[in-house]
Nanobody, 127 residues
Framework: VLLEESGGGLAQPGGSLRLSCVASGFIFGHYAMSWVRQAPGKEREWVAG????????YYIDSVKGRFTISRDNALNTVYLQMNNLKPEDTARYYCAKSVFPFPGFELFRRLQEYDTWGQGTQVTVSS
């Protein structure tokens, strides 16, 4: 089971980045997926999640209206489109596989409910 992120980099405040995570080794369309970030000196923070079918999405308040999570089950890929980036979005972003297909908001936030993590991709927002 493997998750591989890409798409991070340096962006200016107000800019955009699109992260991708390609999954392998499991039936991708059977599980909810999330993006989780960790800023220097801080704990990991769940950012966004979507259920196995992609029909329902969830976000933390600080990224609502700016970030969009989506998935393509035919390509075994989950995305995070990040617009209007802010310096406080600077972090390493991880893709994570939930143990559930249709978790609700509280289960999405519980990091112990994820059994597979990628290596992460660095996002730096700075002028």
């Amino acid at each position: 089971v493997l998750l591989e992120e890409s798409g991070g980099g340096l962006a200016q405040p107000g800019g955009s980045l699109r992260l991708s995570c390609v999954a392998s080794g499991f039936i991708f369309g059977h599980y909810a997926m999330s993006w989780v970030r960790q800023a220097p000196g801080k704990e990991r923070e769940w950012v966004a999640g979507l259920v196995s079918t992609g029909a329902d999405t969830y976000y933390i308040d600080s990224v609502k209206g700016r970030f969009t999570i989506s998935r393509d089950n035919a390509l075994n890929t989950v995305y995070l489109q990040m617009n209007n980036l802010k310096p406080e979005d600077t972090a390493r972003y991880y893709c994570a596989k939930s143990v559930f297909p249709f978790p609700g908001f509280e289960l999405f936030r519980r990091l112990q409910e994820y059994d597979t993590w990628g290596q992460g991709t660095q996002v730096t927002v700075s002028s």
